[in-house]
T-cell receptor, first 106, second 111 residues
Framework: KNEVEQSPQNLTAQEEEFITINCSYS?????LHWLQQHPGGGIVSLFM???GKKKHGRLIATINIQEKHSSLHITASHPRDSAVYIC????????FGTGTRLQVFP | DAGVTQSPTHLIKTRGQQVTLRCSPK?????VSWYQQALGQGPQFIFQ???????QRGNFPDRFSGHQYPNYSSELNVNALLLGDSALYLC??????????FGEGSWLTVV
């Protein structure tokens, strides 16, 4: 069993849909990261959380430390949100989930 | 501010050869980590450099080595390349455990 599990693995949505991606982890953590990776390979850090909730534009990330669970929400999804979303835990040495491939269609 | 820059972006090497990948961290960042991402997989931690020393290492053989220079830039060296070393190699930089910034990666193909 992986230390960081994400669901779903693949997600297809229509534009404007509300999207949720889930992440569960089995290790003790100091921080959890949500990352976005486009087909070209580069990774962009979306959020770094250690508790509670963060919001940036249409993106919202929450974390429940007791349940070892985090969610990434995208409100009013858009085709440009299509990418792989990766959950990772740690600060110095990140342990990554395998990612959720999101496709948003017009 | 240039962010994290990596070079080269793509390269092809033959089995048994050696490769050096380079990374310049984001301005003000002193910690550099390297990750290997095989196709369809999540990145795997190779090692991390801080103050020119390897601070942590993942489960990678000694064929993988690195270096950090006084200006915080870093190199990843892989010796005796195997077909299985074909992957995207990502460099990430940070400062004091704050937000991590990733480069665009170096795509290595071993033939």
């Amino acid at each position: 069993k992986n230390e960081v599990e994400q669901s779903p693995q693949n997600l297809t949505a229509q534009e404007e849909e509300f999207i949720t991606i889930n992440c569960s982890y089995s290790v003790g953590i100091s921080a959890l990261h949500w990352l976005q990776q486009h087909p070209g390979g580069g990774i962009v850090s979306l959020f770094m959380l250690s508790s509670g909730k963060k919001k940036h534009g249409r993106l919202i990330a929450t974390i429940n430390i007791q349940e070892k669970h985090s969610s990434l929400h995208i409100t009013a999804s858009h085709p440009r949100d299509s990418a792989v979303y990766i959950c990772a835990v740690g600060t110095d040495k990140l342990i990554f989930g395998t990612g959720t491939r999101l496709q948003v269609f017009p | 501010d240039a962010g994290v820059t990596q070079s080269p972006t793509h390269l092809i090497k033959t089995r048994g050869q050696q490769v050096t990948l380079r990374c310049s961290p984001k301005s003000g960042h002193d910690t550099v980590s390297w990750y290997q991402q095989a196709l369809g997989q999540g990145p795997q931690f190779i090692f991390q450099y801080y103050e020119e020393e390897e601070r942590q290492r993942g489960n990678f053989p000694d064929r993988f080595s690195g270096h950090q220079y006084p200006n915080y830039s870093s190199e990843l060296n892989v010796n005796a390349l195997l077909l299985g070393d074909s992957a995207l190699y990502l460099c990430a930089s940070s400062f004091s455990g704050n937000t991590i910034y990733f480069g665009e990666g170096s795509w290595l193909t071993v033939v």
